[in-house]
């Protein structure tokens, strides 16, 4: 919706009412991906691609319906459907689109979702697409808060809930709830699109280690900075995952990075020559999550320095370390996992303990 969001919010501003065509579901060699949007305005107009012009003919008749009696629709269009292949879409692929009304009265929180967008603020959307409940409702979620509904004070907890899992990786996908909320039941489609850049995960030590931890983050969706001062081990070739590789002292490249409260920051390389200095700046930014790795000891030594540069005790309380929960691990992957591990507890809660002895809800918030 991102590609069409100025026009669609002008449209409505002014009064107007629009159809907008979102792709929801893609299989294969789908030309465009989940989230490409088009608006068909009441003046006729059509703006956007979700296609690359296979199947707009088509949706085009499928919004001015939408228009004219302001019911939703789902459509699906394949190669394998005649349909499809009459309109165009012949690359193999499938892609499955929601079409819905959208005027002033239908989504009041539109202009705030488009400010948010234009702030860089992450803030995703829950649409219910299909199923038998409210189609066409809307919940704006950020992570501090929500707006709009859909009509059930459980159901948007449940939903929201969900979105924000979503919204921290930057995904856009079709979640199944159940009209009361139950969270494998499919009365309900959802289709969540967040507005947000990955999150950061700066990992500083070229080491087997961070080779690791660099996997598993690339793996979870986040945006992966390697950075060491040691040009030798520091090489693209070594962490082909990350998205960066960066030669220079971390502390020194840390104060030039915008960290915010999604930054997760892995001190790797215990060495105090590096990891202090590094610490120093990290504990004292928004950083959602900062561990070094290391033993007890080094970890002592590494606390007396840290005082002695002048990092508070609230401060210091910050750090994780040693680095991760433990789940016995003692390869470098294992490791990772390890550390992935209290960064998700530390992002949602949880005990860390085995769920066969728990009672209750296994999510948190349910």
């Known amino acids: 919706m991102r ?21 929801v579901r893609t299989w294969y060699s789908s030309p465009r991906p989940a989230g490409a949007s088009m608006l068909v305005l009441d ?34 269009y394949g190669v394998s459907d005649d349909d499809a292949f009459t309109v165009g879409l012949t690359c193999g692929g499938t892609i499955e689109v929601f079409v819905e009304h959208v005027d002033a009265g239908s989504w009041p929180e539109l202009a705030g979702l488009a400010a948010s967008i234009a702030a860089g603020e992450p803030v995703a959307v829950a649409s219910v697409i299909a199923g038998k409940g409210p ?41 199944q709830v159940g009209t009361e909320g139950r969270r494998r039941a499919d009365e309900l489609d959802v289709f969540v699109a967040s507005f947000a850049p990955p999150p950061h995960l700066i990992v500083f030590g070229a080491i087997d280690f961070a080779h690791a931890v660099a996997r598993v983050g690339k793996f979870l969706g986040f945006y992966v900075s390697v950075c060491d001062a040691r040009p030798v081990f520091a090489t693209e070739r070594r962490f082909p995952e990350a998205d960066e590789v960066v030669v220079d002292w971390p502390h ?53 320095r840290l ?7 609230a401060e210091l ?46 999510h948190a918030g349910v």
């Open 3 to 23: 590609d069409v969001l100025g026009e669609l919010v002008t449209a409505v501003e002014a009064g107007r009412a629009v159809a907008l065509a979102t792709v």
């Open 43 to 76: 003046d006729g107009q059509a703006v956007g691609s979700v296609s690359g012009g296979c199947v707009e003919g088509a949706l085009y008749e499928v919004g001015s319906q939408v228009l004219a009696d302001k019911t939703p629709r789902y459509q699906k």
């Open 135 to 175: 189609v066409g409702r809307h919940l704006v979620v950020r992570p501090d808060r929500v707006e709009g509904s859909l009509g059930d004070d459980y159901l948007d907890r449940i939903v929201a809930d969900e979105t924000r899992g979503i919204l921290e990786s930057g995904g856009t996908r079709v979640i």
């Open 252 to 304: 020194r490249w840390l104060a030039t990075q915008q960290v915010d409260s999604r930054t997760v920051i892995c001190v790797l390389t215990h060495d105090t020559k590096f990891d202090v200095p590094a610490l120093e700046v990290a504990l004292r930014s928004p950083a959602a999550y900062v561990g070094a790795l290391g033993s007890r000891r080094t970890h002592e030594l590494r606390l007396e």
């Open 307 to 313: 005082r002695e540069a002048g990092v508070s005790d």
């Open 317 to 362: 309380e910050r750090l994780h370390a040693p680095i991760g929960l433990d789940i016995g691990a003692r390869t470098p992957e294992e490791t990772a996992i390890s550390i992935f591990a209290e960064i998700i507890q530390n992002r949602w809660g949880g005990s860390g303990k085995r769920l066969t002895t728990q009672t209750g809800p296994i």
